[in-house]
């Protein structure tokens, strides 16, 4: 009987000495996400800015409120008013309107009847 005790010495000594391998893993701790810049874009047209979307965007071949708001850095909704103003004075032409994006482009017989008086 007595070696049955040593085996258990033995198994108590193993049991003593801290596990180096498969440790308790570390918690993930999660990352707040990617912080996009503050757009400072423009609430009302300034006399540049106005004078810049009358004289470039008439240009441009694909015209949306989003194009115009991130070239000119204006608001959304100062672009859609502006794109509605070149509209009714025959400067762009609408291509496809749907209730959240309406798209225009250039109108050719404006654009060459402009060029031609400058």
């Given at each position: 009987m007595p070696?049955?005790?040593q085996q258990k010495q033995q198994q108590s000594k193993k049991s003593?000495?801290?596990?180096?391998q498969g440790g308790?893993?570390?918690?993930?701790k999660w990352s707040k996400g990617k912080v996009r810049d503050k757009l400072n874009n423009l609430v009302l047209f300034d006399k540049a800015t106005y004078d810049k979307m009358m004289k470039e965007v008439p240009s441009y071949?694909?015209?949306t409120p989003s194009?115009?708001?991130e070239r000119l850095k204006v608001r959304g909704s100062l672009a859609r008013a502006a794109l509605k103003e070149l509209l009714k004075?025959?400067?762009i032409k609408e291509v496809v309107k749907h209730h959240s994006q309406v798209i225009?482009?250039?109108n050719p017989v404006k654009e060459a009847d402009r060029k031609s008086v400058v």
């Open positions: 070696p049955k005790q003593d000495k801290p596990k180096s308790k893993a570390k918690k993930k071949k694909l015209i194009v115009v708001s004075k025959g400067l225009y482009t250039r």
